[in-house]
């Protein structure tokens, strides 16, 4: 069955899924697109070989299954709209602008039966994957502690040109909720869940309720601690890094650089570091179990044997859930939030 994809927006990040399943080789093509902003509609559409149509309802009406690429406030409505009409879709992160209105939008695709993924793209990084292999291997040890940092030119300029993005009724927050939603999402995917969360923010650029840096002193059940950083500046030379260091009582991991790395560890009584990067990466995660980067294929593929696909709503909430409590934390001036267990597959 040829997959209809239908597209909610059509802005970078729709371009960026539109190249995913250009490269996924599934059987699908690109057949409609709406965008408020008719001059990016209509280039996407020419670019794609799909209609450019003026309503998000003749989207609905003429796919089988739709990317939601909007502002987030838009979210919730959108993936009703496709879950009345029986559509599989898949919704950018974050879902919601908390995890009240995440676990709702999870309630309504789960009732409405419809494959459903979410825009958490670093699941199918080899070198997050790698990192996770390494932590929980037997011979590191207990996690001790850990430091994660992001960062990004705040997304309103540059090649993102998101003005959305520090306009809180549209966004709903800042770099905590918009970009490192998926760091929290990694930590517990990576390291083991999260007890705790001590929080302080601050906004540099003055948009109100979008604030640019975010320190967390992060406690996990297994007895850890670290710090997770965020941060949106203005160094637009800079592209959007992330790096992650690991304490393990007998391993010592870094890893710089979001999809290929370098990874590096270092194990007690085990001789040299080791360092791998790019393909070299690629082919030692693949040997580990490594699934596949691509997740518009994993989408699509889900779509055409019925699901389920991953990582569903489902598993965002719990991403939602922590991003909620780094915000209570820094509302209340650092004071420690404590989080109840989540699933983290």
Request: proline share 4%; net charge negative.
């Amino acid at each position: 069955m040829t997959v209809r994809i239908g597209f909610l927006g059509s802005g970078l990040i729709a371009g960026f899924h539109a190249h995913g399943l250009e490269a996924a080789g599934t059987d699908h093509r690109i057949a409609v697109v709406h965008d408020p902003d008719r001059d990016r509609c209509a280039a996407f559409a020419e670019h794609w070989s799909a209609d450019a149509v003026d309503d998000e309802a003749a989207v609905l009406d003429a796919c089988d299954a739709v990317y939601v690429c909007t502002w987030t406030s838009e979210h919730a409505r959108l993936v009703d709209a496709a879950c009345e009409r029986g559509l599989a879709v898949f919704c950018e992160k974050p879902l919601a602008f908390d995890a009240a209105g995440a676990a709702s939008m999870a309630d309504a695709v789960a009732r409405a039966g419809v494959v459903n993924q979410v825009g958490l793209v670093l699941r199918r990084s080899p070198a997050f994957f790698l990192l996770r292999e390494l932590v929980a291997d037997p011979a590191a040890g207990r996690v001790m502690s850990f430091s994660f940092r992001d960062d990004q030119y705040i997304p309103v300029q540059g090649m993102y040109d998101s003005t959305w993005r520090g306009d809180r009724t549209r966004a709903g927050a800042g770099t905590m909720l918009e970009h490192a939603i998926h760091d929290v999402d990694l930590l517990e995917h990576c390291l083991g869940p999260i007890a705790s969360v001590s929080a302080r923010s601050a906004n540099f650029h003055g948009l109100d309720g979008i604030e640019d840096s975010v320190a967390s002193v992060v406690e996990l059940t297994g007895g850890g601690v670290g710090v997770h950083t965020t941060i949106w500046h203005d160094v637009i030379e800079r592209p959007s890094l992330r790096r992650v260091e690991v304490f393990c009582e007998r391993r010592h991991v870094v890893l710089d650089n979001d999809l290929f790395g370098p990874v590096r560890w270092t194990t007690a009584g085990e001789g040299d570091e080791t360092v791998l990067e790019g393909g070299d990466l690629l082919a030692e995660a693949r040997s580990r179990g490594f699934g596949g980067i691509n997740p518009d294929r994993a989408f699509v593929d889900a779509v055409q044997a019925g699901g389920p696909a991953t990582p569903s709503f489902a598993d965002a909430v719990r991403a939602h859930q922590v991003v909620d409590a780094v915000y209570a934390s820094a509302a209340a001036g650092g004071t420690p939030v404590t989080l109840g267990v989540g699933s983290q597959p």
